[in-house]
C-alpha cells in the first residue's frame, strides 16, 4: 500500500462569481475533515461578504493582488506574501484590482461552508 496520494484531479466547487475554487486535499476532495489545500483564481472587482470562519486560514499569494479587511484594518497581499488569520475573526476577502489574483489557500480545521458564518 502506497504511503502518499497524489491529487490528479481537484474538486472544482461551483460558483457564480468567477471565482475559481479547486479543492486538492479536504473535505470534499479526499474526505479529510483536518487541512484543506485549495487553488483559488479570483477575477478583478471580485469579493465575499464579511464572514468570521470557524478555522484558522492560511493564504499565499502566487500572482496579482488580494485584500484582507480584518476586523477594521485593511491588508493588501501582494504576489509572494503570506497571511494567517485565526479562526473567530472577522474578515472580508475581495480583490477590487485591475488584475486577476492567483492562491493558495489552507484551512485547519479542513473549510467547510457551514463554518463560514457569512454576513448578509
Same mark, same amino acid.
Do not use: M, R, Y
Given at each position: 500500500m502506497k504511503k502518499y496520494f497524489i491529487q490528479k484531479s481537484p474538486f472544482v466547487?461551483?460558483?457564480?462569481?468567477?471565482?475559481? !475554487?479547486?479543492?486538492?486535499?479536504?473535505?470534499?476532495?479526499?474526505?479529510?475533515?483536518? *487541512?484543506?489545500?485549495a487553488h483559488m483564481v479570483?477575477?478583478?472587482?471580485?469579493?465575499e461578504p464579511f464572514q468570521t470562519p470557524e478555522f484558522d486560514e492560511y493564504t499565499y499569494i !502566487?500572482?496579482?493582488?488580494?485584500?484582507?479587511?480584518?476586523?477594521d484594518e485593511t491588508v *493588501?497581499?501582494?504576489a509572494g506574501q503570506s497571511i494567517k488569520i485565526n479562526k473567530n475573526t472577522r474578515v472580508q476577502y475581495s480583490n477590487p484590482f485591475e488584475e486577476t489574483c492567483e492562491y493558495i489557500a489552507i484551512c485547519t480545521p479542513a473549510f467547510s461552508i457551514e463554518k463560514v458564518n457569512r454576513e448578509d
Open positions: 466547487f461551483p460558483t457564480t462569481d468567477g471565482k475559481l !475554487i479547486e479543492e486538492h486535499h479536504g473535505k470534499v476532495a479526499t474526505n479529510n475533515n483536518d *487541512i484543506s489545500i479570483a477575477p478583478p472587482h471580485w469579493k !502566487i500572482k496579482g493582488k488580494k485584500q484582507f479587511i480584518i476586523d *493588501i497581499l501582494e
